[in-house]
């Protein structure tokens, strides 16, 4: 949790500082990979806990950190798409008029490549909601899990108190057997 945290904070500071696009692309996935470490940590974590109102606090608490997390990356993406749009809509103002072929082709490609990516992180953003209901679900799933599997326990053991003993079953043997 606390690395997940520096990193939002690192971040942040980041679209702050007006990272370059590389820069914020690097802490983008920083933050990605941190946050599964933490999803699977969080989901161990969960799965020791035996109470359901623990089990419940502790979705709480990781769905707020998810919420940051997925806030955070939202503005990195944001910022990343607005970057590569303001760096290949700039009208270039050196351009000779006898501007060779393979230069144009090039700032073609570029440019190809720049709406191609944002895109491409347009998409991404549409997805977060629903990857932050399918970990929310995956919790949810895990609670009910450890829920059955306690309840199963505690059948047993009202099972096995119900079952005399062999020493029980043989005390009573004797009182109806001469």
Known sequence: ????????????????????????????????????????????????????EDKDQSYQWFDTRNREYYRCRLKVCERIHALERELYSKPNSNRSSMQSKSSSSSAHSRRVKAVATAAKLEVEMKFLDQETELKRLQILKQIEMANAEERAMLKIQEEEVAIPSYDDINKNIDKVVP
């Open 1 to 52: 949790h606390g690395k997940l945290l520096v990193n939002i904070k690192k971040v942040n500071g980041m679209l702050n500082d007006g990272a370059s696009i590389e820069k914020l692309e690097q802490a983008r996935d920083a933050l990605d990979l941190e946050m599964e470490n933490f999803g699977e940590a969080h989901g161990k974590y969960n799965c020791m806990l035996s109470s359901t």
